[in-house]
């Protein structure tokens, strides 16, 4: 590598081929494995790449047409890469994420490409010859980078680009997919799910109404079954922002994704336990009446399940649903169908549950109850005992009928029989 002249030092007719000499000095690639013995050229390219994002932000940096392909050229040669093998998903969030040897020269080359694309000089009809299918795929394929600065950076780049190359946007779509759909079914290992999301989020936004099957299959396909990985504690928050976002969109997608939330359901992990409550308490905020019958008797059976759960976070984020005033406006108008399917589930709570917090947060849900409709609680509180009185005298029976054949086994006499007290 040799140094360059500085542009302020050539002629403006000169600036153009000066350009393309310091780009193709780029696609040198330094050695970070060893920078006590590369640091020259380390620094040399370091500086010209901070000479051609200052050529991008002057007056004059509207790129010749014949610069652009080898300057795209040059950016693929320093992004486009394999990355190092995945460590768990539990190591990022370590409180020294991994940071990447090469990072010098990779952010002043991503901040290059956001100049280049978020310029208004940037005709993305020209462009799109050199930002193509090809170079959007590697493009998201780096969002499996561990270190988080390059995964904001992709973030804002993908999201730029489905903004200023429309004819990009179902290609950007289907490939996010592929990513969602390998992560399910295939890998459960991945670094960019969140910022991904991130961007979906922003596009389900942009949706048209009517919504389009495509659209539809999105959230059936990836969105619902992405609640399924172990991984999901890492994503939830913009998982659930997409589902939000649908769900505003077309209050019609309650059901499906209610009955969703539901099958994918965990049965032994609490701390998602949790989550899945504060997603659903998001969805039935927006949830109209009519939608809500739909699902609302299986919903009630899992929420019941859930106010009597041993695991105390659990049953306080069940019982947090009834201090939403749109949710208990829901239950008044279908009590008759939502009491007598989680009124046990109270009772019991009230009567032996370990937290005191559980306790006095279910003597305030029984008390909602009762004012809603004393009828109605009574009714089922009276046909509660009789479920109690019933059970205790089966289990007497049971008791009875037990003594009944130790008796007998133990009055028989015969030689070959044992009683086991």
Known sequence: MEPLPLFQ??????????FLRKVHLCFSLCDFSTPETSAPQIELKRQTLLELVDFLDSSSGKLAPNLHEDFIRMVSVNLFRCLPPS?????LDDDEPYQEPSWPHLQIVYELLLRYIASSETDAKFAK????????????ELFDSEDPREREYLKTLLH??????MV???FIRKAMNNVFYRFIFETQRHCGIGELLEILGSIINGFALPMKEEHKLLLIRALIPLHKPKGFWAYHHQLAYCIIQFVDKDYHLVELVIRGLLKYWPVTNCQKEVLFLAELEEVLEATPASEFQRCMLPLFRQIGRCLTSSHFQVAQQALYLFNSEHVVNLIAQNRNVILPVIFDALEKNTQGHWNQGIHDLTTNVRRIFQEMDSELFKECQEQYLEKVTRARSLEEQRELTWKKIETVAATA???DMVLVN
Do not use: C, E, T
């Open 9 to 18: 030092n050539v002629a403006v007719s000169d600036r153009a081929s000066l």
């Open 87 to 91: 460590s768990d998903l539990a190591d």
């Open 129 to 140: 010859r050199f930002i193509d299918h090809i170079f959007v795929l590697r493009l998201i």
């Open 160 to 165: 730029r680009i489905y903004g200023k190359f």
């Open 168 to 170: 990009h946007r179902p």
């Open 413 to 415: 006499g015969a030689d």
